[in-house]
């Protein structure tokens, strides 16, 4: 997930380890923006808890997060080929809680989780298969007026900013402007979540503060 303020949001197309899938993912010149750096590892998330990830400046953020699940069979069913994952994001947003999930990253964040852009997972059983749902959230991102608060969403195969969402390696991809009105700057909060019943353990967690890229005219 990366999230900016001065809206320079960058990717490559590549090909899957298959061969046969196009994937996204940011280009490698980002990574020169990254700057100060945190680290979290083995950090458990228990059902409704909410986790500040300090250290970092979250109005202009890199993270990359993975995630633990532990039991699976508990998860919700759903015909994944009847319903429209942008739809499901809107009824299931970041705040309904479920068994697995929703959890995730809220980003440019009020302290009081007043303003919050949810990026989130929510695991589903289908009939063959589980299913990952990614929501990116606006509903909450701002607390102002007639801006765009459109809710995004994709199923994801296992196998006044911009926020970037990555999952499955670039498989699923989603950019949406938000125009937070408290959470901006300095006042700006970053926070892992977990609205789901059951626990899930971050099994790592990286996040950068970033400097703002430097674009040459052509």
């Known amino acids: 997930m990366t999230s900016t303020k001065d809206g320079q949001v960058f990717r490559r197309i590549l090909l899957d380890k298959t061969g046969r899938r196009l994937v996204q993912w940011p280009v490698e010149k980002v990574e020169k923006l990254r700057t100060k750096q945190v680290n979290l590892h083995n950090k458990e998330l228990k059902g409704g808890s909410v986790h500040e990830i300090s250290g970092v400046t979250a109005s202009q953020a890199d993270v990359e997060i993975s995630f ?4 699976l069979k508990e998860a919700e069913f759903i015909h994944a080929n009847l319903v429209n994952p942008q739809v499901l994001c809107s009824q299931k947003n970041a705040s309904a809680k479920g068994t697995i999930g929703p959890f995730g990253l809220l980003v440019l964040a009020s302290m009081d989780l007043t303003e919050q852009t949810a990026i989130s997972f929510r695991i589903f059983k289908g009939l063959e298969k589980y299913n990952v749902l990614m929501c990116s959230d606006q509903s ?42 408290l959470a901006i700057d300095k006042e700006a909060h970053l926070y892992a979540f977990n609205n789901g019943s059951q626990s899930v353990i971050i099994t790592s967690l990286t996040a950068w503060s970033m400097k703002k890229a430097q674009i040459a005219p052509i």
């Open 68 to 71: 633990e699940l532990s039991n």
């Open 140 to 181: 909450r991102s701002s607390s102002r007026e007639g801006v765009d608060k459109t809710t995004f969403g994709a199923f994801v195969d296992i196998d006044h900013s911009i926020v970037e969402s990555f999952g499955g390696e670039g498989r699923t991809c989603m950019t949406a402007r938000v125009y937070p009105k």
